[in-house]
């Protein structure tokens, strides 16, 4: 082959190359497209759309933020898209599985998309009272509450009070006295450990929305941990937070 038949032929490879990427790339526009015409529209900002590359394309979503007009129209629909009911919660002693309720569906559908947007695993067990609760959902870093800003801070999910509290029950956290409609606080939860007779400030004024249904000898190890004045684990309790299907 001459000199100049030798350019070409590189050339032309380059040339290939160079089209087989931009048409990979273009397939790939086209799928993240096809999943992004998918997602919920909560009518205002447009939806932003990570793509992590491994062996299969995952996307993940990040919608409008929640605020208090447009909360149940957006838990509402990402609910009906997003059906999962189970959720592990790997700590330092082990592991908690907890079912959440179908028939509290707003907060089922809160507690997912925390999941899947990642936050609780910027958090922390961060109150401990043995033989009553123990509660988790914030902690003293700065990206828990750039967490929040970013997801939306102002909104509270309405109240779905139909179950009582029992050994295992989980429920949402309310951060002020003065809630006469008992809305839940969306960021923190608590799980119940105390026997009934310490249910009678908490049933009917927390919407119990799920269970522990492995993983209770774990819940027990931690509310004993030793902690400061304010309730707090001296020892961070730390959390890694995925769905089960």
Known sequence: MSYLGKI??????ITTLFIQCEDTKNKENVFIEKLASKQIDSGKDSTTVSV??????????QLEKMTPENVVSFLTAYGETHQQTRVAFNTPYGTIVIRLFKDTPLHRANFIYLVKQGYFNTTYFHRVVSNFIIQAGSSDNVSTQKHRYTLGHTYRIPNEIKHNHFFGSISGAKYYRDNDDHKTEPFEFFIFLGPKTATTHLDGNYTVFGKVIEGMDVVTQISKLPKDAKEWP????????TLLH
């Open 234 to 241: 001296l020892q961070n309790v730390t959390i890694k937070a």
């Open 8 to 13: 070409l032929f590189v050339c032309g490879c």
């Open 52 to 61: 992590d590359r491994s062996d299969t394309l995952r996307v993940s979503k």
